[in-house]
């Protein structure tokens, strides 16, 4: 079992920055694949970026491609999504996800993960 508690959402102005952080509980954080998703009100979840269980390769949505980094910290059991150059349409509660997975690849389907924690909002004002 995998707890996973977000944290570091709030309210930023558009341009700004904020850096979303991800605590897993449990021994075995090393071999998950993570994932960061988003849904705003009145839409769908939607992937907005991974990495693999190894840190070794990661994937963007194209609307957040070059403006947010994942990255992720095995000896804290963390990963973090480093969000730059924020924009209103980033607006949204963010989730982030684990999947019990040893594989380079990246998946953007949320269905396939195993554990998903609470929740963190993001607004962006304009």
């Known amino acids: 079992q995998v707890q996973l508690v977000e944290s570091g959402g709030g309210l930023v102005q558009t341009g700004g920055s904020l850096r979303l952080s991800c605590a897993a509980s449990?021994?075995?954080?090393?071999?998950?694949?993570m994932g960061w998703f988003r849904q705003a009100p009145g839409k769908e979840r939607e992937f907005v970026a991974g990495?693999?269980?190894?840190?070794?390769?990661?994937d963007y949505a194209d609307s957040v491609k070059g403006r947010f980094t994942i990255s992720r910290d095995d000896a804290k059991n963390t990963v973090f999504l480093q969000m730059n150059s924020l924009k209103p349409e980033d607006t949204a509660a963010y989730y982030c996800?684990?999947?019990?997975?040893?594989?380079?690849?990246?998946?953007?389907?949320?269905?396939?993960?195993?554990?998903w924690g609470q929740g963190t909002q993001v607004t962006v004002s304009s």
């Open positions: 449990g021994r075995t954080f090393r071999r998950y694949a």
């Open positions: 996800a684990a999947e019990d997975r040893m594989t380079r690849g990246i998946r953007r389907d949320p269905g396939p993960y195993d554990y």
């Open positions: 990495i693999n269980w190894s840190g070794g390769s990661a």
